[in-house]
């Protein structure tokens, strides 16, 4: 992520802002198959053979995902691949276990996937608010305020392009500079704004960083 809040482009209307800035095309699939098999004090310990084993199987996962997502496959035959290659991981990966394994580790998935529907419905509802508040800010605009707005846009979107392209600075110096990016980007829009306009957008921007949280709680 290139701003903690760069969907605030998108929500006052510049939602292809960020992808065009960075230039990175989003994969098919992770490139890292999903864990499975955990060694932690929720999930089952395995011993060094089973280790061993699930390591294995794991690095075989990530090659067959690597290879789907450079194929020539469309995106519904990728995706009915990817299907076949997560339900044969998994049951490989559980037959692993231990019955009593399993049954430790099945408790604590179902654990899991409950504690992320729980937060997935929580984000679906502020990003709801989130649309109708940006919704009523760009309504509220002038003709001259939006194009005031497009300007800083353009001019964030090419600081923040010229950050990205920047190989030479290490990734804290990079992080920093992006960060003070979108602190100036959040104060000329206020600059430009009613104080009406400023406390829905503030209100925005604090559900918006709820929904940050919740996304990246929930992968």
């Known amino acids: 992520m290139i701003l903690r809040r760069h969907h605030l482009f998108s929500v006052l209307g510049a939602a292809a802002l960020m992808a065009a800035t960075t230039g990175a095309p989003a994969a098919t699939h992770a490139a890292t198959p999903p864990p499975i098999i955990q060694q932690s004090n929720a999930g089952p310990q395995l011993d060094s053979a089973q280790k061993a084993k699930a390591d294995a199987r794991r690095a075989k996962m990530q090659a067959d995902l690597q290879a789907l997502n450079t194929s020539p496959l469309t995106p519904a035959q990728k995706q009915a691949k990817f299907l076949k290659l997560k339900t044969a991981y998994e049951a490989d990966m559980l037959a692993i276990l231990t019955p009593s394994q399993r049954k430790v580790f099945l408790a604590a998935r179902a654990k899991a996937q409950a504690d992320d529907a729980k937060k997935r419905a929580i984000f679906q509802t502020r990003m709801i608010e989130s649309q109708k508040i940006g919704k009523q800010i760009n309504d509220s605009m002038t003709a001259d305020q939006k194009k005031q707005l497009l300007t800083i846009k353009n001019d964030t979107g090419a600081q923040a392009k010229k950050i990205y392209d920047d190989k030479t600075s290490a990734p804290e110096a990079k992080k920093a500079q992006m960060d003070a990016l979108e602190k100036g980007y959040e104060g000329k829009v206020m600059a430009i704004m009613t104080p ?24």
């Open 196 to 219: 009406a306009q400023q406390k829905l957008f503030q209100k925005l921007q604090v559900i918006q960083a709820e929904q940050i949280k919740l996304a990246n709680g929930a992968r």
